[in-house]
């Protein structure tokens, strides 16, 4: 795989304030220049590669979890199939999920195309993942550690592609999302880079130790970057935990960006509360419609911002191509 894809936001990583961008003008750059090839190299020839495939036969799925508790949760979903459909590549751009309507089964079974890519929008080859869903598709058979993400069913070709969480273009994303909270809000002025600790917030389960693979190693890669005074993978059912940021932190700036596809219960209420707000606060807020976090806030003498999920960025759009790519080019 392209390890450039992992710098692909030139324009947004040139438009960065000075303020916070001057402390680290080396590594600042090289990251910039190499996201300006991808950038070129993605519009118009970045489609090449899928559009030379002709995928018009092709039904494009976006699987997401889903949830029967949080109504928004599907919202990232919508999102980006909105996007890819406006480009025309594929016969049709379908909407699925694990847990709520219209659910993945029901979805693939109202399907004619000759061939299916079903991409998964999560952060890690985890219990759902690469366990779960394959298996209850039919890909992979109980007890069974490897399998075929090609599957024939009758006269149709469904492909389960790998998560979108496990490319290496979510580095990008990760720097992205840490860069401009603290840009967008300074207070009064953003700090300097080797002035901030970067936690990426992820789930973490003990039911698979794949889990916190992606997460633990963007943070590696980040850290390899030499951007902030410190990279951490933090989590809310695994060791570290989110609440021990505080005492892992080598500044009194964090940031701490959550590595979560979609918005729902672990990033609106329990990473705010975990980091330090009353639970009865950020639900008052939700329930105003303000953000669960307002930042930076000051929390055991540390100075706090909270980002937005990845999920919701644009360039996942751009990943989730990738992914596509991926599985044509994966031998059988």
């Not at 894809?5 to 220049?33: C, G, H, I, M, Q």
């Not at 952060?123 to 090609?150: A, C, H, N, Q, T």
């Not at 693979?213 to 951490?232: E, F, K, P």
């Not at 990033?267 to 008052?284: A, F, H, N, Y």
Request: glycine share 4%.
């Amino acid at each position: 795989m392209d390890v450039s894809n992992k710098l692909a936001l030139a324009k947004d990583v040139e438009s960065a304030a000075p303020s916070f961008t001057a402390e680290f003008p080396e590594n600042w750059l090289r990251f910039s220049n190499s996201a300006r090839n991808l950038r070129f190299r993605k519009s118009p020839s970045y489609h090449s590669s899928v559009i030379q495939n002709d995928f018009s036969d092709v039904a494009l799925v976006l699987l997401s979890h889903g949830s029967t508790v949080i109504d928004t949760s599907g919202d990232v979903v919508y999102q980006h199939a909105r996007e890819l459909r406006s480009r025309q590549l594929f016969a049709e751009v379908r909407e699925a999920f694990w847990k709520q309507e219209p659910k993945i089964k029901n979805v693939l079974s109202s399907l004619s195309a000759n061939r299916i890519f079903i991409v998964p929008l999560f952060i890690s080859e985890g219990y759902f993942s690469d366990e779960v869903i394959p298996r209850e598709l039919g890909f992979k058979m109980e007890g069974e550690e490897d399998f075929s993400r090609k599957l024939q069913r009758g006269s149709q070709t469904l492909f389960y592609c790998q998560p979108v969480g496990t490319h290496d273009g979510m580095t990008a994303v990760l720097l992205e999302r840490a860069r401009e909270v603290v840009e967008k809000n300074p207070f009064p002025r953003a700090p300097k880079a080797k002035d901030l600790t970067l936690f990426i917030a992820g789930h973490g389960t003990e039911q698979n130790e794949n889990s916190r693979a992606s997460i633990q190693h963007q943070a590696d890669l980040i850290r390899t970057q030499n951007l902030y005074a410190g990279v951490h993978a933090v989590f809310l059912e695994e060791s570290p935990k989110v609440s021990e940021c505080f005492y892992i932190a080598e500044t009194r700036h964090i940031v701490v960006v959550p590595f979560f596809i979609s918005e729902g219960m672990h990033t609106q209420e329990d990473i705010p509360v975990m980091l330090g707000d009353s639970k009865r606060i950020v639900q008052q807020r939700l329930g105003m419609r303000q953000p669960p976090w307002r930042n930076p806030t000051e929390r055991s003498g540390k100075l706090i911002w909270y980002s937005s999920i990845v999920g919701t960025h644009p360039q996942i759009a751009e990943i989730i191509l990738e992914r596509v790519k991926d599985a044509v080019e994966e031998p059988n």
